[in-house]
């Protein structure tokens, strides 16, 4: 079986390398400005055809679908693909998922609008359109807050944190018109954890045990799985959410919530209909791993046991030059991503495996002040 798959970067080369055991072969299709070096030597890398921009969208489909010899399922591993082209190769093979879940994932404002609809409780937030609206906004939700643009954000980009009405004034000052964006009211959160879930075509479902997230400049740093201390509360809640999502789209694949705890509440913060970078502990830390899962989910095969012995975590490599040499530990495994190094660039992780909490926590620590001791 052929999995085509939109979008070249270090989650199409973690999908390939799960997938090659399972004897499923891989097409890439490059948008421009993909390099291709992360899934080098692991399927064939096709360009977008000469031309896209101009070509109608049926015409585009047929030619990329021809162009990657004729997948099996298409999936995605960004949210920044162009929908109506994956609606338009469902002409051809199965889209996994479905591209409405991605629509719903590539605007903010849709994704908040889902998550509410589903009944799940989130930061208050209002979508804005304009310098007055953004002002007004402010005025109702009140300092402190965080305003992200609806589309094209991601790790922190396109994301102002704002205290003061001097922070605003300086935005404001900064450009002259705004885009369509989210003001979020800027909770206090104890923590961030994620849920990455999996459902298969036919309706089955897994899910990983919760994974505890630390940021650093709104791009992921460190996870650990299962979460700590999730009491009883808290698990009821995770399991509603999970329940109220997945029962509200109609999805093939892995999917994932990013939350805050605030009080013991959950508040999603965002959803990633792919694999994420909060799951990668799964490679060594779980029976399956979400990339393996995804791609058991989304070509009809069984899933895959979700459970997990012990405790893992992932510390990921934000542009620094780290080898294998110095990574490996007897518990310690290295992903390369085959990038080249450029300033908080992701360019790989290292995932390490405990059967002791606290030693597992100590480790992470560890190794997390030995990459970033400057
Ligand atoms: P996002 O791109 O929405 O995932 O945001 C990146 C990171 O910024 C999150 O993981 C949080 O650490 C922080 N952040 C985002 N939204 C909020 C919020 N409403 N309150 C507090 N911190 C936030």
Redesign the pocket.
């Known amino acids: 079986m052929r999995i085509g798959i939109i979008g070249c970067g270090q989650l199409a080369r973690m999908l390939a390398l799960a997938g090659w055991p399972l004897g499923l072969k891989f097409s890439f299709l490059a948008e421009p400005g993909d390099t291709g070096d992360c899934v080098r030597g692991l399927g064939e890398l096709v360009p977008m055809p000469d031309g896209f921009e101009a070509m109608a969208i049926t015409e585009l489909a047929e030619k990329v679908y021809t162009s990657l010899e004729k997948p099996d399922v298409i999936t995605v591993e960004k949210e920044s693909v162009p929908v109506d082209l994956l609606e338009a190769l469902k002409k051809y093979c199965a889209v996994y998922p479905d591209p409405k879940a991605v629509r719903i994932c590539q605007n903010r404002g849709c994704e908040k609008e889902f998550i509410e609809g589903v009944g799940a409780a989130m ?1 208050p937030k209002i979508v804005v359109n304009t310098a007055a609206e953004l002002k007004l906004a402010i005025e109702q939700l009140g300092f402190p807050v ?1 305003v ?1 643009t609806c589309e094209d ?2 790790d ?1 980009l396109n ?1 102002w944190k704002m205290d003061t009405a001097g922070d605003l004034t300086e935005f404001l000052e900064s450009r002259d018109s705004i885009v369509e964006s989210v003001v ?4 206090n ?1 104890s923590r ?1 954890i994620s849920l990455i879930l999996v459902r298969a075509a036919d309706g089955r479902t897994a899910s990983y045990p919760a994974t505890q997230n630390w ?1 650093e400049g ?1 791009i992921l740093r460190a996870s650990l799985a299962p979460a700590q201390d999730i009491d009883e509360g808290l698990a009821k809640q995770i399991q509603d959410l999970t329940e109220r999502v997945l029962g509200n789209i109609d999805y093939v694949g892995v999917l994932a919530i ?1 939350c ?1 705890v605030v009080d013991g509440k959950l508040l999603v ?2 959803l990633a209909p792919r694999v994420h970078n909060s799951g990668h502990w799964t490679q060594q830390g779980a029976a399956t791993s979400q990339f393996e899962n995804h791609l058991r989910a989304i070509a009809g095969l069984p899933l895959g046991s979700t459970e997990v012995h012990g405790f893992a975590g992932m510390v990921n490599l934000l542009g620094v030059e780290v080898t294998a040499q110095t990574a490996l530990k007897p518990n310690a495994f290295f992903h390369t991503y085959n990038k080249s190094v450029r300033p908080n660039r992701k360019v790989g992780h290292i995932n390490i495996v405990h059967n002791d909490a606290e030693a597992m926590k100590k480790q992470l620590d560890a190794t997390i002040a030995a990459i970033y001791s400057d």
Not at 184 to 187: A, F, G, I, P
């Open positions: 930061a965080i992200k954000g991601y922190g994301q979020e009211k800027r909770v959160f961030e940021h709104g990013e805050f913060n965002e």
